[in-house]
């Protein structure tokens, strides 16, 4: 979601299968802090397809994410008072035992090439 990935010369093919997965509620998108991936993800579907040839039915269905689970509630004690949100970095820790090495370097790196980077697929 930091990263603004340009689909514009994206094959139309795959821009609708992509739209069709995240339409289709059978298929359960799962990830931390996905609520916030799929206001972007509506965000950015407004701006391919402009808004004068669009109906009003469209606009309210555009790439809307539909059966999503935040895998961070899992995570969180009942006595967690402030109800924060918690991200990757800490899931990892509690759910895999494991450290997550999430450098800025990476996370801020450029996700929309074709091929990425050995530290990118690591993460």
Known sequence: SSSKCTFAAA???V????ERVFADPTI???GVG???DALEVYRWSRTI???QSR??????SLWEMKSRFDIACVTV???DENGRQIGLREVTAKVLGANLFKSKRITMSNWCNRELS???MEY
């Not at 109906?55 to 309210?60: F, G, K, M, Y």
Request: glycine share 0%; hydrophobic share 35%; aromatic share 0%.
């Open 34 to 36: 996905i609520d916030n």
């Open 118 to 120: 050995h530290e990118q």
């Open 15 to 18: 821009l609708k299968i992509l």
């Open 55 to 60: 109906s009003a039915a469209e606009d309210c």
């Open 77 to 79: 004690s009942d006595d």
């Open 11 to 13: 094959d139309p093919a």
């Open 49 to 51: 397809m402009p808004q």
């Open 28 to 30: 359960i998108k799962a």
